[in-house]
Nanobody, 124 residues
């Protein structure tokens, strides 16, 4: 599985950005697709995930503002980010896992494949 993230950039607080992750290779084998982010000096943290069965997970910090969607026909995973805040500034990574259960999909260690990251900067 290969992942290519795009869509990052500069946004103002309260604005929106949409990230996309193109999935290639053995995309059919992915059980879940996740988005993580890492701010300078901080650990990588879970943002959202979409499961093959159609379920979604969100961190408390983005719930109600971000929406994850997985278009399996187009092999693309998107993260719509609304009401952006300064604390959303980070490098965002998409990731894929071919195993695991719902309770594990919040953990970076559960994912075997990672994209290169795309920078999101929110100015206040």
């Amino acid at each position: 599985v290969q992942l290519q993230a795009s869509g990052g950039g500069l946004a103002t607080a309260g604005g929106s950005l949409r990230l996309s992750c193109a999935v290639s290779g053995s995309a059919y084998s992915a059980r879940a697709m996740g988005w993580f982010r890492q701010a300078p000096g901080k650990e990588r943290e879970f943002v959202a995930a979409s499961t093959r069965s159609g379920g979604t997970l969100y961190s408390d910090s983005v719930k109600g503002r971000f929406t994850v969607s997985w278009d399996k026909a187009k092999n693309t995973v998107s993260l719509q980010m609304n009401s952006l805040m300064g604390e959303d500034t980070a490098v965002y990574y998409c990731a894929a896992t071919i195993r695991g259960i719902l309770s594990t999909f919040r953990m970076p260690g559960a994912y075997q494949y990672w994209g290169q990251g795309t920078l999101v900067t929110v100015s206040s």
